[in-house]
């Protein structure tokens, strides 16, 4: 046996941080020293190792996407991860802990620069012309934050709402428009609100206009309990938008802008009468708009989806009795067989 092989004791180590903080201690007889050492998991940091008789070992560890939070890359219609067209880059929020973290790759994923932006849970993030928006619910869910990233991120106002659900933001199609989607709920420990739509230009994230979709008192035909969604809307051969929630009913329900009269259409209830629906997301594409959304059958989890053609359902059905899927993203799932399915 080679000595290398053996437990060094008495070997000094030193950790130091990407500002310039500093923990040390000595390895013990097994070899392991224990350094009570508070990092940013987003920066790098050096590790020194040294010993009278042996040879000094320098390592630079480099920071690697970790998390602490089950969900820390969202859930219902939350985009997390974007990449800018026809490129390799990438940009990704996540939460870790009560941090945002923000990262940035120029190889389609394979290394990423990390940044910690804010404090909070629940990110998403959009791309503007010439940015990002990243947006978070603050630590206590209290209220929403968000920051542009031009050159550096600028942190922006806060959501005058006083408790709000998870964040949605969305980008047209055709132009520059942004839009995003909440459900301020009025009163503590209440689980109703008001599910509330966000439009604006590009970065101007400052003069967004924000309407009523469905509110707290259900006038509107449901009372918005949980999980917001927003996407793009083709109709009439031109683009608008649709929003919607579950209800307090546990029913998936939606409203699209009608821009020929300005108001918002009648409420259309995409899940099928006395089905619990959860998890819903909603996406886009060749004048096709696809709701899908989870139903927990005895134990079982359930996909079904909804699809909307010219503003009319055209088809809602069950896609898969045996998934395993925690949280549906995009019009897709994992099916039994862990292969990823497209809807």
């Known amino acids: 046996m080679y000595p290398e092989d053996k437990p060094v004791e008495g070997a000094y180590v030193l950790l130091k941080d990407a500002y310039g903080k500093e923990?040390?201690?000595?390895?013990?007889?097994?070899?392991?020293?224990?350094?009570?050492?508070n990092i940013d998991n987003?920066?790098?940091?050096?590790?020194?190792?040294?010993?009278?008789?042996?040879?000094k070992e320098t390592k630079?560890?480099?920071?690697?996407?970790?998390?602490?939070?089950?969900?820390?890359?969202?859930?219902?219609?939350?985009?997390?991860i974007l990449r800018k067209i026809n490129t390799d880059e990438m940009y990704m929020v996540y939460s870790d802990g009560d941090s945002v973290v923000y990262g940035y790759s120029s190889d389609f994923g394979k290394y990423w620069l990390l940044e910690k932006i804010g404090r909070g849970v629940n990110?998403?993030?959009?791309?503007?012309?010439?940015?990002?928006?990243?947006?978070?619910?603050?630590?206590?869910?209290?209220?929403?934050?968000y920051a542009v990233l031009t050159s550096p991120w600028i942190p922006g106002e806060d959501f005058p709402v006083l408790r709000s659900s998870e964040p949605i933001l969305r980008s047209?199609?055709?132009?520059?428009?942004?839009?995003?989607?909440?459900?301020g709920h009025r009163w503590l420990n209440v689980d109703r609100g008001d599910l509330l739509f966000g439009k604006w230009n590009d970065s101007d994230?400052?003069?967004?206009?924000?309407?009523?979709?469905?509110?707290?008192?259900?006038?509107?035909?449901?009372i918005p309990m949980a999980s917001p969604?927003?996407?793009?809307?083709?109709?009439?051969?031109?683009?608008?938008?649709?929003?919607?929630?579950?209800?307090?009913?546990?029913?998936?329900?939606?409203?699209?802008?009608?821009?020929?009269?300005?108001?918002?259409?009648?409420?259309?209830?995409?899940?099928?009468?006395?089905?619990?629906?959860?998890?819903?997301?909603?996406?886009?594409?060749?004048?096709?708009?696809?709701?899908?959304w989870e139903v927990d059958n005895n134990g079982t989890t359930?996909?079904?989806?909804?699809?909307?053609?010219?503003?009319?359902?055209?088809?809602?059905?069950?896609?898969?009795?045996?998934?395993?899927?925690?949280?549906?993203?995009?019009?897709?799932?994992?099916n039994n067989y862990l292969s990823l399915i497209h809807i």
Do not use: H
């Open 23 to 37: 923990w040390d201690g000595y390895t013990n007889a097994d070899g392991i020293c224990v350094l009570n050492a």
């Open 42 to 55: 987003t920066k790098p940091v050096s590790l020194e190792v040294k010993k009278t008789g042996y040879k």
């Open 60 to 80: 630079t560890i480099t920071p690697y996407i970790w998390s602490n939070d089950g969900y820390a890359f969202g859930f219902n219609n939350q985009n997390n």
């Open 123 to 145: 990110p998403t993030i959009v791309k503007t012309m010439d940015g990002l928006i990243a947006m978070w619910n603050n630590p206590t869910n209290t209220y929403i934050e």
């Open 172 to 183: 047209a199609w055709s132009n520059d428009n942004k839009y995003g989607a909440y459900i």
């Open 205 to 222: 994230i400052e003069n967004l206009i924000i309407d009523t979709v469905f509110d707290f008192e259900g006038n509107d035909g449901a």
């Open 229 to 292: 969604l927003a996407s793009p809307f083709y109709i009439y051969d031109e683009e608008t938008y649709i929003s919607g929630c579950i209800s307090t009913d546990w029913e998936l329900v939606s409203r699209w802008w009608d821009k020929r009269i300005g108001t918002w259409k009648e409420k259309f209830r995409l899940s099928p009468i006395g089905q619990k629906a959860m998890n819903p997301s909603v996406d886009y594409d060749n004048q096709v708009t696809t709701f899908i």
């Open 302 to 334: 359930e996909i079904w989806r909804s699809g909307m053609e010219y503003g009319e359902i055209s088809v809602t059905e069950g896609m898969n009795k045996y998934p395993i899927s925690k949280n549906v993203v995009q019009s897709s799932y994992i």
